[in-house]
């Protein structure tokens, strides 16, 4: 199975803090596609970013920006100066290449709390 | 704006019972998905439905099923639930078949115990 690795079970920070989340992912395909998705307590699943195998520049988003190292197979994706709302469990995925382009592979989550 | 709707929110099943979970998107996206999460594994595809009339296999199908009849409705069947069922089950929709695929937008979750 093409799967997808997040190292990180959970991890701790104080607050402002900057803090790197780690995703590591296999695939014989030649387009794919990379997600990170959001988890907050309250239990709902909030998108937060797709890439395609083909576009390597790093995006930023407010305090949050991504780096997708196609070299390593990795897309990491860093919170910059957190903050106690960003306290959640963020996925990692993979979706794309042949057949049905929907279908995603998850990674198993990392859980982030922010201190105050 | 409702997006996705699952039910029951959350149900305790005895072991052995039939169970079906609902799930009823208004956002006309062709593919809906099942996926269930566990602690430690993420989340896991169970079944998955290109379009109205058609349904594939996931990473982990056994003991359930599915059916997708018209474009909006795609329940997940347990026709006889075992303790290993116990987890929090998503229901997501997207929208395939374009250039790129679709993020999926996801149901609010049922979280489901066997007992």
């Known amino acids: 199975a093409q799967k997808v690795t997040q190292a990180q079970t959970e991890i701790s920070v104080v607050e402002k803090e900057d803090v790197t989340l780690d995703c590591v992912y296999e695939?014989?395909?030649?387009?794919?596609?990379l997600f990170w998705y959001k988890q907050p307590p309250s239990g709902e699943l909030v998108f937060l970013i797709r890439?395609?195998?083909?576009?390597?520049q790093n995006e930023i988003s407010g305090r949050y920006s991504w780096n997708f190292q196609k070299s390593t197979s990795s897309f990491n994706f860093t919170i910059t100066a957190s903050q106690v709302v960003d306290s959640a469990v963020y996925f990692c995925?993979?979706?794309?290449?042949?057949?049905?382009?929907?279908?995603?592979?998850f990674g198993q989550g990392t859980t982030l709390q922010v201190k105050p | 704006i409702a997006g996705i709707t699952q039910a029951p929110t959350s149900q305790i099943l005895a072991a052995g019972r039939r169970m079906t979970l609902r799930c009823t998107q208004d956002?006309?996206?062709?593919?809906m998905y099942w996926y269930r999460q566990d602690l430690g594994l993420g989340l896991r595809l169970i079944h998955y439905s290109n379009t109205a009339g058609t349904t594939g296999k996931g990473e982990v199908p056994d003991g359930y099923s599915v059916s997708r009849a018209n474009t909006d409705d795609f329940p997940l069947t347990l026709a006889s639930a075992v303790p290993s069922q116990t987890s929090v089950y998503f229901c997501a929709s997207s929208l395939i078949g374009t250039s790129a695929p679709g993020e999926l937008f996801f149901g609010e979750g049922s979280r489901l115990t066997v007992l």
């Open positions: 695939t014989r395909d030649t387009t794919y596609y």
């Open positions: 956002m006309r996206h062709n593919a």
């Open positions: 890439r395609n195998s083909f576009d390597e």
């Open positions: 995925a993979r979706g794309g290449g042949s057949g049905n382009t929907g279908k995603l592979i």
